[in-house]
């Protein structure tokens, strides 16, 4: 609230957007709409640099504050950097977050409308996926032409909120006049949708046709396919999208462009901001920054396997954030007893740094360690870090830009630029495309999971001999599990050995271009902790909002 910030109109200025090409959103918001970003396609890219971190903790690990402090800290030694992130979702806003849009001096600005209504992205998706899901049952209670499977409908509803009891639930009550034909359904939350994860991957308004045309809401009765073309509503949905294609412009603390847009969740969709967004970025910045949702084996994987493969980019380099107080958890620490938040437990966690650093070196691309410090860490755990990255061979920098701003990102900053001036990343995907698509999961599952192997269901296999056999094998997996574990076990911290992944069911997202197989216990619709945020967040008299972190 105290922060000196400008007009969005001048932030857009300095990287080159005319006032007359922005959707003003009040002062500090702004849609830059395809047509304003078509002016600069044929600009040669700057560099790309992914954030990513180890298995996320209660600690806290600090990824998105480290990101928005090193776009700071590259602004304040001079180099030209946009930013690029994803929006926060309503349900952890209001359930463990409390908010996402960095922390300290290390955040992007206004927050509190980022992390509520922003420009309604959020919401435009939410409406055209419901729309979508209505269309289904209206079809089927007007006479189901197109001999839809009631027991074989694979699209949900949808809402931006943690609401458990939604999970599983059953529609069409009260007859067909009234209700229509019941049937088995459930929730998912918004970021969960395929329509989320289709905004955020879709190049421009043509493909974002298209691949809501490919949509696959069930099967009909004799197994085929139906999709979102057959009911005839994609126009409808297209005009629900009409904003909400734009990517969204606002500024960090210190005045440094951000463009913020999309939001899929990473331990359920790809965990990453919109192809549109970072290609923006890198049109305007010599260095664009960007993040992956949750731990490198989740978004960092899906970015290099899924994001670079359809939107032809890769990375430079990749920053991987780790915290002292999130290693001694992966040692076998108890945050609730803090006799074991010991030095030795840290350094037993290192298993879980190493096994991300070697996971990411199999992509090419020359990995950073950020130590995002915290007031509690000492000198000696902090210099215990860095001594072993650099046995294992990574580079190490400080990071203390929740304290400090741009100015405690500048040694990450510097760290970043020597690798994007001196290095040349290799990057490769982990698996081809065209091997089935078992053989994609037990890719990531053995190489990046560590896991012996993989167990699958029966209901798995039938959908995966399903997804094959209707031509669509040749799609990547996204593969949804635990962001507590690197396992499919929230419980089981460090990098374990010895297990077998599980995988439960298996989804087909046809427009968004992936294969989901559902691992463990994981659930499409978050749940409320015992204590949510929501019982924080506040308003004052003057209006100001309190609670938001």
Not at 523 to 534: D, H, I, R, T, V
Request: glycine share 10%; proline share 4%.
């Amino acid at each position: 609230m105290e922060a000196k910030v400008r007009p969005i109109t001048e932030i857009a200025a300095e990287i080159g957007i005319d006032a007359d090409d922005l959707y003003p959103y009040g002062k500090h918001v702004a849609k830059v709409p395809l047509s304003a970003l078509e002016k600069y396609k044929d600009r040669k890219d700057g560099k790309l640099v992914l954030v990513t971190a180890i298995t996320a903790t209660p600690a806290g690990e600090g990824k998105t504050v480290t990101t928005i402090g090193l776009i700071q800290g590259l602004k304040k030694i001079g180099k030209n950097v946009v930013g690029a992130l994803r929006e926060p979702s309503l349900g952890p806003t209001f359930g463990v977050k409390g908010g996402a849009t960095g922390g300290g001096y290390s955040q992007v600005y206004p927050m509190w409308d980022i992390d509520l209504h922003f420009t309604g992205d959020i919401h435009a998706v939410t409406s055209a996926h419901n729309l979508l899901s209505t269309m289904v049952d209206n079809h089927i209670a007007k006479g189901n032409e197109l001999r839809i499977d009631p027991t074989r409908i694979l699209f949900k509803k949808a809402m931006d909120m943690n609401a458990r009891e939604l999970r599983n639930v059953i529609v069409g009550l009260g007859g067909k006049t009234m209700g229509g034909v019941p049937r088995e359904a459930g929730f998912l939350i918004t970021s969960a949708s395929e329509i989320s994860a289709i905004l955020a991957l879709a190049s421009d308004r043509e493909d974002l046709r298209r691949r809501l045309e490919n949509i696959v809401i069930g099967y009909d009765y004799d197994g085929n396919l139906v999709t979102a073309k057959q009911l005839g509503c994609v126009g409808s949905m297209m005009v629900l999208l009409k904003d909400a294609i734009n990517p969204n412009l606002v500024q960090t603390l210190e005045g440094v462009p951000v463009f913020i847009h999309g939001f899929p969740f990473a331990n359920i969709a790809h965990g990453a901001n919109s192809i549109i967004a970072t290609r923006a970025a890198l049109k305007f910045g010599d260095i664009a920054v960007t993040e992956a949702g949750f731990a490198a084996d989740l978004g960092a994987e899906k970015f290099m396997d899924i994001v670079c493969r359809q939107a032809g980019y890769s990375p430079d380099a990749v920053v991987l954030v780790a915290s002292v107080r999130a290693l001694m958890m992966h040692g076998g620490a108890n945050i609730k007893d803090e006799s074991t938040m010991t030095t030795e437990a840290m350094v037993k966690g290192f298993s879980n740094l190493d096994k991300h650093i070697s996971n990411l070196k199999l992509y090419g691309c020359p990995v950073i360690v950020a130590i995002n410090r915290f007031a509690s860490d000492t000198d000696e755990q902090l210099e215990l870090i860095r001594a072993h990255c650099r046995e294992v061979g990574a580079r190490a920098a400080m990071s203390d830009v929740f304290a400090k701003g741009g100015e405690g990102g500048i040694e990450l900053a510097e760290a970043v630029t020597d690798v994007l001036e001196h290095e040349k990343a290799d990057y490769r995907p982990l698996y081809d495309l065209d091997i089935p698509i078992t053989e994609k999961i037990e890719a990531v599952a053995t190489k990046i999971y560590g896991a012996d192997g993989v167990v699958y269901s029966s209901k798995a296999k039938k959908a995966i001999a399903a997804i094959e056999a209707n031509g669509m094998g040749s799609f990547p997996v996204c593969i949804a599990k635990t962001q507590a574990s690197i396992t499919d076990d929230p419980s089981k911290k460090g990098a374990p050995t010895g297990w077998e992944l599980n995988v439960r069911e298996v989804n087909i997202s046809g427009g968004a271009g992936f294969v989901v197989p559902v691992c463990g216990e994981m659930n499409l619709m978050p749940g409320l902790p015992k204590e949510p945020a929501a019982l924080r967040i506040d308003m004052l008299p003057d209006g100001t909002i309190v609670g938001l972190k």
